[in-house]
């Protein structure tokens, strides 16, 4: 079974999916486009929400083991203010990229710190932090290159670890699942496979075999590359982008339910 991916893979992944970001925003032939999968932002403001989850993450990584994100953290979010002059703008970004791996280098994978997620199948540490911003880092930047106009796929090891990542943080949880228990299959082109399985105990993930069979038959299973699914997982990509088998209206109850945990 493949591994996850190393620290050090991930810190490298923040540093290039951030960078390809500065790239998009140093191209844009102006700020003020909307962004097409985030339409009540500009891209201006997808930079300023980047930038700033890096600057708020490096904070709370850099305070250590908590049960809130620490107040220097929270502060520094809330007063964030990115220069709007698109040189000054990008060397802002660039700054918050390197605080948040500083933070990271100085800590190590293992470190514990608040995380808003809970019981789920992540860590609350460091390397989960990481493991997260990598997948922020890479969606926003295809968020920035969508509203130019010239949207690239996500790099292959980012979306492999990105459905498993997806699923572990965004999905796996102790809360009972409402409706009747199910399973969700997820496919990658590049042979790896994944089911959440929801019922009266909550939601967890797991990876299935090679040859993409699961021991039961699940109530919906979703096929792609494994950027596209996990694009799909974001909703930056209709059901059109992928091949969807099976009940279709599950996805929309995952979509819309929200655990209490």
Not at 58 to 84: I, L, M, N, W
Request: proline share 6%.
């Amino acid at each position: 079974m493949e591994n996850n991916l190393e620290f050090s893979g991930l810190l490298r992944l923040i540093d290039e999916r951030s960078g390809a970001f500065r790239d998009a925003v140093a191209s844009a032939p102006g700020l003020d486009a909307r962004v097409v999968t985030c339409p009540d932002w500009t891209l201006f403001e997808l930079a300023e929400h980047l930038g700033g989850g890096d600057r708020f993450w490096a904070g709370v990584v850099g305070a250590g083991p908590a049960e809130v994100p620490s107040a220097e953290a929270v502060a520094a979010r809330a007063s964030v203010t990115a220069p709007r002059e698109r040189e000054a703008l990008v060397a802002w970004l660039a700054e918050s990229t390197g605080l948040l791996l500083d933070a990271l280098r100085a800590a190590g994978p293992d470190r514990g710190c608040w995380t808003w997620w809970g019981a789920s199948q992540s860590p609350r540490t460091s390397g989960g932090v990481a493991r997260h911003r990598v997948q922020e880092s890479a969606v926003h930047t295809y968020d920035a290159q969508l509203t130019l106009g010239a949207p690239r796929p996500l790099p292959d090891e980012v979306g492999l670890d990105g459905v498993e990542e997806f699923l572990s943080t965004c999905c796996a949880t102790t809360s009972a699942w409402p409706h009747k228990p199910t399973a969700f299959d997820f496919h990658a082109t590049e042979g790896r496979s994944w089911r959440l399985t929801v019922d009266g105990d909550g939601a967890r993930f797991a990876r299935l075999p090679a040859t993409g069979e699961g021991p039961d038959e699940s109530g919906v299973s979703v096929r792609g590359t494994a950027g596209e699914l996990v694009l799909f997982l974001y909703d930056r990509v209709s059901a059109d982008s992928v091949r969807i088998d099976g009940d279709a209206g599950l996805l929309a109850l995952l979509r819309a339910w929200e655990p209490e945990d």
